[in-house]
């Protein structure tokens, strides 16, 4: 369980816990609602508080955050930390591993292995990834320990991603802003169409060579297969992307990589940037088609 303990300065005397948590520290108030309904999770000066008290100079807060078993099965597979604290962990995220269970996936999900990692720790874990990649786009994946990390870094982490795509791009930068839907209802395929949702990527060309252009990417919104339909759409298809277009002769899987994480940490606030190395097949790939070390060093 984690126990997060705050000392009250006279700048904070005569705030009421609730006010103090939520406006001073950022806790949601769904965290703050689990906390008042678990023995223990909020005390001051180690006696029982409730939200509504009010703090005084020289009182010692603590919050220990409820963690509910987790109720997924373990993984024995082995997926490298980037980074770990107590309220978060980095995976660099394989190939060929979803995010979450589903239709044919049920023990070979990073959810799995975040499982088998919590049972080693003898902790409870729900697996909070705050940052989703697909099954075979690689790199930094955000993982919170507690609800608190997870509610206060939700949409509040930034990620740059590293795209193969097939053919040279005319211009060194641009905005695509297409709306992206599903092409069925329950499908796997999306499409543009002015029916569906905004999405918006910001791309900068960081090489050409091989009739390829390596590119990142920031988005402004993170919708499903985001990056893959908009260059697919532009007639610039991701290399090794077989559903949206992609020639597989260099990939076998899709040439994206999450190769950038930032976020201020949920509970200290200082900064934290991650870069991710690429994985060994498409740093092959580049190397392949001519591509120099510079073009794609994070």
């Given at each position: 369980m ?10 904070d005397?005569?705030?009421?816990i609730?006010?103090?948590l939520?406006?001073?520290?950022g ?5 703050v ?7 223990g ?9 409730r ?8 009182d ?16 024995s597979k082995?997926?490298?930390i ?23 996936h049920?023990?070979?999900?990073l ?22 990649l ?8 955000v ?31 641009g ?7 599903r092409e069925e209802p329950?499908g796997q ?7 569906g949702?905004?999405?918006v990527t910001?791309?900068?060309v960081?090489?050409r060579?091989?009739?390829?252009s ?5 988005l402004?919104?993170g ?15 991701l ?21 950038w ?20 097949d498409?740093?092959?790939?580049l ?8 073009m794609?060093?994070?």
């Amino acid at each position: 369980m984690r126990i997060l303990r705050y000392d009250i300065t006279p700048q904070d005397a005569g705030k009421k816990i609730e006010w103090f948590l939520r406006g001073d520290k950022g806790i949601s108030r769904r965290v703050v609602i689990a906390l008042k309904n678990t023995p223990g999770g909020i005390t001051r000066n180690g006696q029982h508080a409730r939200t509504i008290d009010l703090l005084a100079a020289g009182d010692v807060l603590e919050i220990r955050l409820p963690e509910p078993p987790a109720k997924i099965r373990q993984s024995s597979k082995a997926v490298a930390i980037l980074y770990e604290d107590c309220d978060l962990l980095v995976y660099d995220k394989p190939a060929d591993m979803p995010c979450h269970p589903s239709g044919c996936h049920f023990n070979d999900t990073l959810a799995n292995v975040y499982a088998a990692y919590c049972a080693s720790k003898g902790a409870a874990g729900t697996f909070r990834p705050l940052n989703r990649l697909d099954k075979d786009t690689t790199g930094a994946v955000v993982v919170a320990k507690n609800q608190l990390a997870a509610g206060i870094l939700w949409k509040n982490v930034r990620k740059r991603y590293l795209a193969l795509v097939r053919g040279e791009l005319p211009r060194d930068t641009g905005v695509i802003d297409l709306p992206i839907e599903r092409e069925e209802p329950y499908g796997q395929l999306r499409i543009v169409s002015p029916e569906g949702q905004r999405a918006v990527t910001h791309y900068r060309v960081l090489g050409r060579a091989g009739g390829h252009s390596l590119v990142e990417c920031n988005l402004e919104t993170g919708r499903t297969h985001q990056i893959r339909v908009h260059f697919s759409y532009l007639g610039y298809p991701l290399a090794g992307d077989s559903l949206y277009g992609g020639d597989t002769g260099l990939l076998q899987r899709q040439g994206l990589h999450c190769g950038w994480v930032g976020f201020e940490h949920p509970v200290t606030g200082r900064q934290v940037q991650l870069s991710v190395p690429l994985h060994r097949d498409m740093e092959t790939a580049l190397k392949t088609l001519g591509f120099s070390y510079s073009m794609y060093k994070n």
